[in-house]
């Protein structure tokens, strides 16, 4: 079965433009919105000419929202009429990840041509994620064009360097922070991964994810010392002995798995149809059986993740030049991604505790875990609602995320962060476009993204939705 075989209610807002909203993707993929880790780099002129475009190109919210330029990320404000409402926040970023050097001739059309061929359009960023921005400003523009009332301020933002830095998103919060804003949710790019739930125990049943938060980041390094010389006299022990022991001892005592709340969630809602025992019976009571379903979790390669930090030895440097000689200075790298649970200062101490004073550990980079959203909000229900309206046959579950988004710098703003980007393109497109060559988009999931976002808005933020 296809994504696409799952689109329903296609004839919704019969009077959505889609042929023009392509035309306008395929404008938005020929700026070169490139970013880099170091801000220098990157050519700003881009990212001004892009903005002039959706200023051109969306008239009605250039006239009737409040339009402001932060560093080179993009703030647009719709006021609502009920200030007793917190505003709802939609994103998207503007940059994309350069082309990688030599891989020009593998693309069937080249990555900044916003070609439109054989039903989809082609260029870097079609699905990561300017089609997500382009989709927020179409759906906006449709309800203005026909002067609906927005009763709940709808906050527009796009990122500048949501590949490289996070900077952008950082400093619009910021922005937004000291205005007292506090907002009813937030909807960024991630999850949306359809899959069978057979590791869950429900074969059959098809599910899509909704991310509720994102794990942490660390990469931890080890270094040892010894006194080298020849391999003949180990009397003292040599340092890549001292980094293997310590690497073993880490990987020997990682935390224990947890259940979160988003995996109790998940169970409860697939409960009815999960088929397989023993976990039909442990998914009716999850807090009774919680040991049992996180060893569940942790034999299964697509779920273990869910329930623990995860550990990955990935570099070591320093050894000796030759076989029969011992090696001096040596360091090693750890990576890690750290559930909620589990922060980098406790990690750091329970690793240390374990290796010894051989070998000294410390952070080269580290991010503690995002904060989990709560799956009972209003956000996250109205999300679910509007997805079911147009994606049939799927059961959508609160995940963490698999990557990092710039959704996190909105968490202390807002209780409800969502992470799910509705264009449920064909799993071999996303995997081979998406940072790759020949990304892409089908103008049908474009166009159903749309929807779902012009549904969203409409039953959030209009007149006749927007309260409960």
């Known amino acids: 079965m296809t994504n696409a075989e799952l689109f329903i ?15 306008r993707l395929q404008g938005a993929l020929r700026f070169k919105t490139v970013s880099h880790t170091d801000p220098a780099l990157t050519d700003q002129r881009p990212f001004e000419a892009l903005h002039a475009f959706l200023r051109e190109s969306y008239p009605r919210l250039s006239a009737r929202a409040t339009w402001e330029t932060i560093g ?47 039903g989809y359009i082609w260029g870097r960023g079609a699905m990561d994620i300017k089609q997500m921005l382009i989709a927020i400003m179409e759906s906006a523009e449709y309800w203005l064009d026909r002067g609906r009332t927005f009763r709940r301020t709808l906050y527009l933002a796009f990122g500048e360097d ?40 429900a074969p059959g049943t098809l599910v899509c994810t909704i991310g509720l938060y994102e794990k942490g980041y660390g990469d931890l390094r080890l270094r040892a010392s010894s006194r080298g010389g020849h391999s003949s006299n180990p009397f003292h022990g040599t340092s890549l002995g001292d980094l293997a022991r310590a690497m073993t001892a880490i990987l020997d005592h990682m935390p224990p798995p947890r259940m979160s709340d988003a995996v109790r969630r998940t169970l409860l809602t697939l409960g009815p149809r999960i088929t397989e025992m023993p976990m039909a019976q442990w998914a009716r009571d999850p807090q009774r059986y919680e040991k049992e379903i996180l060893d569940w ?24 030049p030759a076989a029969n000689v011992m090696p001096r200075d040596m360091q090693a790298v750890i990576n890690l991604r750290m559930i909620p649970e589990d922060t980098p200062d406790a990690l750091l101490g329970r690793f240390r505790a374990a290796v010894g004073d051989r070998v000294q550990l410390d952070w080269l980079q580290q991010i503690s875990a995002s904060v989990p959203s709560d799956p009972e909000a209003y956000g996250y229900r109205r999300l679910r609602e509007t997805l079911e309206r ?79």
Not at 164 to 175: C, D, H, L, N, P
Not at 302 to 312: C, K
């Open 72 to 118: 080179h990320s993009l703030l647009i404000t719709l006021p609502g009429a009920d200030a007793a409402l917190r505003p709802a926040l939609l994103m998207a970023h503007q940059d994309v990840v350069p082309v990688i050097p030599g891989t020009e001739a593998v693309w069937r059309h080249g990555p900044f041509s916003g070609d439109l061929e054989d």
């Open 162 to 201: 949501e590949e490289s830095a996070s900077q952008g998103a950082a400093a619009i919060a910021r922005t937004l922070a000291a205005r007292g804003v506090t907002l009813e949710y937030v909807l960024d790019e991630g999850s949306g991964d359809v899959m069978d739930a057979a590791d869950y125990g």
């Open 390 to 468: 147009y994606f049939d046959r799927l059961v959508f579950i609160p995940v963490q995320n698999k990557g990092a988004t710039d959704a996190r710098q909105y968490e202390r703003l807002c209780r409800c962060v969502l992470r799910f980007g509705p264009f449920l393109e064909e799993e071999d497109i996303s995997r081979e476009g998406i940072h790759g060559v020949n990304e892409r988009i089908s103008v049908r999931a474009f166009a159903q993204g749309i929807r779902v976002l012009t549904h969203l808005i409409e039953t959030t933020c209009l007149s006749n939705g927007a309260a409960e």
């Open 9 to 23: 209610h296609e004839s919704d807002y019969p009077d959505l433009n889609i042929p023009s909203a392509t035309a």
């Open 297 to 320: 979790f942790c034999a299964r390669e697509s779920l273990y993740h869910q329930v623990r930090t995860t550990a990955a030895p990935t570099m070591i440097t320093g050894g000796a």
